[in-house]
T-cell receptor, first 117, second 113 residues
C-alpha cells in the first residue's frame, strides 16, 4: 500500500469547516483513498472513501486531485465531537480476496484535529 | 454505528493463562476481523473470517487462534498469554466484497502481567 503524509495536528473553530490534507504521491491506479478517525479510547470509525471522483456523505466530503497525488477531507461544520485523530489510508482492493485480507490497515500517525469553542 | 460489541472491554491477566476475547455483531455481515493496535504500529491484522468456520491468518497470527461457529460471533483466543500480547484489540466487520470499508468495535484493552 502507498504511503501517506498528513500534518500532525490542526485546530478548527467550532462551526467552521475543517479541511484535512493528505499527500499520497505514490498512489497507484487501483488504490482507493480511505479516511478513518479515532476518538480517544474508541475504535476507528470509517468516514469516507474514493477512487477518482469527489465523494460526499452525511459525515464529510472527500476531494481528490486530478492526478490523485493528494486529497482533502472536509468536515463542513465541525463540532466539538469531531475532535479526534484522522487517518488517511490508501489501499488496493482485490476483488477476488476477502476485503481486508491483504493485511495490515496501516494508519500511520494521522492528524490530530482539535475543534475549539 | 455498526452493531458490534466486544467483551470484555478490559482485562488483566497473568503470563501463561489462556484468554478469550469475544466479538459480537448484529449486522449479519459476512466478514469479521481481529486487529491489535500498538503505538508506532498502527492496526495489525491478526486473523479474519469470511464466513462461518472459514478463517485465515493475518500478519501477526502467531500465538492467536480464532473460531467462528455462528455468523454473529468471532472469538479470539490467546492460548498462553505473553507480555508482548498486551495491547488494545479491535474487532471489525464488513459486509461487502466490493470495497474495504470496515466498521470497528469499541476495543478490548488487555494487559498481560
Amino acid at each position: 500500500d502507498a504511503k501517506t503524509t498528513q500534518p500532525p495536528s490542526m485546530d478548527c473553530a467550532e462551526g467552521r469547516a475543517a479541511n484535512l490534507p493528505c499527500n499520497h504521491s505514490t498512489i497507484s491506479g487501483n488504490e482507493y483513498v480511505y479516511w478513518y478517525r479515532q476518538i480517544h479510547s474508541q475504535g476507528p470509525q470509517y468516514i469516507i472513501h474514493g477512487l477518482k471522483n469527489n465523494e460526499t456523505n452525511e459525515m464529510a466530503s472527500l476531494i481528490i486531485t486530478e492526478d490523485r497525488k493528494s486529497s482533502t477531507l472536509i468536515l463542513p461544520h465541525a463540532t466539538l465531537r469531531d475532535t479526534a485523530v484522522y487517518y488517511c489510508i490508501v489501499r488496493v482492493v482485490i476483488s477476488r480476496k476477502p476485503p481486508g485480507s491483504q493485511g495490515n490497515l496501516i494508519f500511520g500517525k494521522g492528524t490530530k484535529l482539535s475543534v475549539k469553542p | 454505528d455498526a452493531g458490534i460489541t466486544q467483551s470484555p472491554r478490559h482485562k488483566v491477566t497473568e503470563t501463561g493463562t489462556p484468554v478469550t476475547l469475544r466479538c459480537h455483531q448484529t449486522e449479519n455481515h459476512r466478514y469479521m476481523y481481529w486487529y491489535r493496535q500498538d503505538p508506532g504500529h498502527g492496526l495489525r491484522l491478526i486473523h479474519y473470517s469470511y464466513g462461518v468456520k472459514d478463517t485465515d491468518k493475518g500478519e501477526v497470527s502467531d500465538g492467536y487462534s480464532v473460531s467462528r461457529s455462528k455468523t454473529e460471533d468471532f472469538l479470539l483466543t490467546l492460548e498462553s498469554a505473553t507480555s508482548s500480547q498486551t495491547s488494545v484489540y479491535f474487532c471489525a466487520i464488513t459486509g461487502t466484497s466490493s470495497t474495504d470499508t470496515q466498521y470497528f468495535g469499541p476495543g478490548t484493552r488487555l494487559t498481560v502481567l
